[in-house]
């Protein structure tokens, strides 16, 4: 391998995500982590919290771009849930709590 190259280039695709349902994810956050319950660890440039909207069901696998599927993650709960032993069961979690929050917004 030539020592110039880091790795091998790999092929992503790239999908459009709805800005309604992020914005409305967002604002339901409130600012905090819908999965550690934590505040935004801080505010952005825009002078909003900072949290990452995150799919329970992949997207990139034919999970749904709605509301219900979508939660909002502080940094370190968006990375546990994709990398972390545990991720499964805190997404399963976070599903559970967007469920939650949707039926409580109902009422």
């Known amino acids: ?6 790795g091998t280039a790999s092929r992503r695709s790239l999908y459009r ?15 905090i982590c819908e999965s550690c319950n934590q505040p935004a660890l801080f505010v ?5 919290p900072y949290l990452e909207p995150h799919h329970t069901r992949r997207f990139s696998d034919g999970g749904p771009d709605d509301r219900r599927f979508v939660g909002v993650v502080c940094p370190g709960c ?5 990398h972390g ?3 499964p ?3 399963e979690r976070l599903v ?6 949707e039926r409580d917004s109902d009422t």
């Open 44 to 48: 952005t440039l825009r002078g909003e």
């Open 96 to 101: 559970e709590a967007i469920r939650q929050k």
């Open 17 to 31: 995500r709805s800005a309604p349902v992020r914005r409305y994810a967002l604002a339901q956050a409130a600012g």
């Open 78 to 82: 968006h990375r546990e849930i994709h």
């Open 89 to 91: 069961v805190k997404n």
């Open 85 to 87: 032993l545990h991720g």
């Open 1 to 6: 391998m030539d020592p110039q190259v880091a």
